[in-house]
């Protein structure tokens, strides 16, 4: 596996969230979620798989069309589940197991459709080449998992999380710099299906 970061959906452009809010009424109160026990499991399973190493299971919970987005302005996403698994898991003598994958600030809603995950997430691996252990290290990172109903099972269709720093918490965050509406705000399903119809996700 390749550690790397991405942006959540809350660190969009402010101008193309003004423009798709204005368009799917984002701050609209939302439906009933019915799936979230679903979505629950689902994530758990996929935690799970990371954990356990199994690299057939995590690959299970992609969508064909999943796309991990890379942070940075000079990196583009990677597209496909083909694209996603030779960069997780590249054929050398070098990988980072996880040994540990916990969830915070955990958020879910959708339609039947769309749906999003979200929260902070607290992974810690370390690295193994050549079959020696080194480097354990704890990541944190807020994240943004849009997940796609396909023929009746939900699979996760677009991965965005932004790296923090190990001792972070939302908490302290608020301590230090002032939240925009954007931040604060959860996206309705037809916030989401909006921004993915317009390609931007």
């Not at 798989?49 to 942070?71: C, E, M, R, Y």
């Not at 980072?96 to 999003?116: C, F, L, T, V």
């Not at 677009?158 to 939240?179: G, T, W």
């Amino acid at each position: 596996m390749k550690i790397n970061t991405s942006y959540p959906l809350q660190c969009l452009p402010a101008f193309l969230l003004l423009s798709l809010c204005a368009l799917t009424s984002c701050n609209s109160k939302q439906s009933h979620f019915h799936a979230t026990d679903e979505i629950q499991q689902l994530m758990h399973d996929y935690r799970t798989a990371w954990k356990a190493g199994d690299n057939t299971q995590i690959l299970q919970h992609l969508s064909p069309d999943i796309v991990l987005f890379q942070a940075g302005k000079k990196s583009t996403p990677i597209v496909g589940k083909e694209a996603v698994e030779a960069f997780w898991f590249p054929k050398a003598d070098i990988s980072y197991p996880i040994i540990g994958y916990k969830i915070a600030h955990e958020d879910i809603g959708g339609s039947n459709k769309i749906a999003y995950y979200q929260g902070v997430s607290k992974l810690t691996w370390y690295t193994l080449e050549n079959g020696i252990a080194k480097d354990t290290t704890l990541s944190v990172s807020e994240f943004t998992n849009i997940l796609r109903n396909e023929d009746g099972e939900w699979k996760i269709y677009r991965i965005m999380f932004n790296l923090k720093d190990p001792n972070y918490s939302r908490q302290s965050e608020a301590q230090h710099q002032k939240k925009t509406s954007f931040y604060n705000s959860r996206p309705n399903a037809s916030f989401l299906e909006g921004v993915i119809r317009t390609g931007l996700i």
